[in-house]
């Protein structure tokens, strides 16, 4: 049996099963709700919100009540008037109310307002990040205008300087300037880094499994007999990876088809990071992490007896890839960090980190050249190093296998 049949088999054996098709169609769906569903429940998710305000200060409750009337379609503020002067007092009182769900959240100002610069909000739910930065900002904005009025100065003037800032990012690249969203980079970074994480992982296991079923149920003799053992490592490494790289290739043709299509409405950040050249990187860096991870896999898979061992010895390979993930903060916030630089140009870090790096920002060329030329020189040697792992680990039955035994392995003719 020559190599190119396995490799044919192999293919066929994946392409034809009905998980690759579900898989090959529900993961772009899935892709876009990861996507599109934050935003969507960020934009449209949050329920209006009934806020009673008692304001022992007499300075910062109807300027609230009239800004957001003007600003906030999603809070309503409305003034009560204190019965007591007691904070514990009203605080029972709304608690209870709360609690009954006739209001939603209760704010007391203090009369102190100036200068605790402090403000009280009870609700059932505090963990309503918008709700809470709104109050905060507004309170200090009024307050801030007080003090300044106190001081007789022109109100049309306090207005002026106490005027809010947007701020425009803008993505520099060789081809020109686009307008970007920072946290829509920060979010199709990981999310690019979580897909391709997934399939490395995916069919990495994938080969494991089927290396480590074939040993136990005995058919590997009967392909060895038909060919050696070097053919059927590289045969199926080769066959499962053509699988996956078709199965990219699928997805990017999906994503082009719904970039192009302007009826779907995608955000600009999403169309201005998703590029044909992002694209052409992903392969290249999915075709280099698949093949070392798949082989450090399948060397697994032929060198343990059961679905424990495998588990055991697979572990360090799996967080080898999760390390990406620890330093993906690192590598938004500074791309070009030396310790970002140095695990970048790290072979088994290099199809996760340098991929992010050039979503976040394109780093020199000689870096992404290097990184690739290191890969390939890794992945060579991982390939001359399972071959002969594999050679002997296929055949070897009822024995967990030790490190010390494995690197033996190496050694043999």
């Given at each position: 049996?020559?190599?190119?049949?396995?490799?044919?088999?192999?293919?066929?054996?994946?392409?034809?099963?009905?998980?690759?098709?579900?898989?090959?169609?529900?993961?772009?769906?899935?892709?876009?709700?990861?996507?599109?569903?934050?935003?969507?429940?960020?934009?449209?998710?949050?329920?209006?919100?009934?806020?009673?305000?008692?304001?022992?200060?007499?300075?910062?409750?109807?300027?609230?009540?009239?800004?957001?009337?003007?600003?906030?379609?999603?809070?309503?503020?409305?003034?009560?008037?204190?019965?007591?002067?007691?904070?514990?007092?009203?605080?029972?009182?709304?608690?209870?109310?709360?609690l009954e769900k006739k209001v939603d959240g209760f704010l007391l100002i203090p009369a102190d307002i100036k200068n605790s610069r402090k403000v009280q909000f009870y609700a059932l739910n505090v963990s309503d990040f918008e709700t809470n930065k709104y109050i905060s900002a507004s309170v200090q904005e009024i307050i801030s205008k007080q003090v300044l009025f106190e001081q007789h100065i022109d109100p049309e003037i306090v207005r002026e300087a106490t005027r809010g800032i947007e701020v425009d990012t803008f993505k520099v690249k060789k081809?020109?300037?686009?307008?970007?969203?920072?946290?829509?980079?920060?979010?199709?970074?990981?999310?690019?880094?979580?897909?391709?994480?997934?399939?490395?992982?995916a069919y990495g296991q994938l080969i494991m499994r089927g290396v480590l079923e074939e040993k136990n149920s005995r058919i590997v003799e009967v392909l060895i007999s038909s060919t050696n053992a070097r053919n059927l490592f590289y045969g199926k490494i080769l066959g499962i990876g053509m699988a996956g790289l078709t199965q990219v290739a699928l997805w990017i043709v999906i994503a082009g088809v719904f970039i192009g299509q302007q009826a779907f409405n995608l955000n600009i950040d999403v169309m201005n990071f998703l590029s044909l050249e992002l694209a052409m990187y992903f392969v290249v860096f999915f075709v280099l992490g698949y093949f070392m991870y798949s082989i450090l896999f399948s060397i697994?898979?032929?060198?343990?007896?059961?679905d424990q061992e495998a588990q055991q010895f697979s572990a360090p390979i799996?967080?080898?890839?999760?390390?990406?993930?620890?330093?993906?903060?690192?590598?938004?916030?500074?791309?070009?960090?030396?310790?970002?630089?140095?695990?970048?140009?790290?072979?088994?870090?290099?199809?996760?980190?340098?991929?992010?790096?050039?979503?976040?920002?394109?780093?020199?060329?000689?870096?992404?050249?290097?990184?690739?030329?290191?890969?390939?020189?890794?992945?060579?040697?991982?390939?001359?190093?399972?071959?002969?792992?594999?050679?002997?680990?296929?055949?070897?039955?009822?024995?967990?296998?030790?490190?010390?035994?494995?690197?033996?392995?190496?050694?043999?003719?």
């Open positions: 049996m020559k190599m190119w049949t396995i490799i044919k088999k192999e293919y066929r054996m994946i392409v034809k099963k009905k998980s690759f098709i579900i898989s090959t169609i529900l993961t772009p769906a899935l892709m876009g709700a990861f996507i599109f569903l934050p935003i969507l429940i960020s934009k449209y998710g949050r329920g209006e919100k009934t806020i009673d305000i008692v304001d022992l200060s007499g300075i910062v409750g109807q300027q609230l009540i009239e800004k957001s009337a003007d600003v906030n379609d999603i809070l309503t503020f409305h003034p009560v008037a204190a019965q007591t002067s007691s904070e514990a007092s009203l605080v029972n009182e709304y608690r209870r109310k709360i081809a020109g300037v686009t307008k970007s969203s920072s946290d829509m980079e920060y979010i199709m970074s990981v999310f690019m880094l979580t897909i391709l994480f997934s399939i490395i992982m697994v898979g032929a060198s343990v007896n059961t799996s967080y080898l890839l999760i390390i990406p993930f620890v330093l993906g903060v690192m590598v938004t916030q500074n791309p070009n960090s030396f310790p970002v630089v140095v695990a970048s140009l790290f072979p088994l870090f290099s199809p996760t980190l340098m991929f992010m790096r050039i979503s976040v920002a394109m780093p020199s060329m000689w870096q992404v050249m290097l990184s690739l030329l290191l890969s390939a020189l890794f992945t060579w040697f991982l390939a001359w190093l399972g071959a002969k792992i594999f050679r002997t680990g296929l055949l070897m039955y009822g024995k967990k296998p030790s490190i010390h035994e494995i690197l033996k392995w190496i050694r043999y003719k």
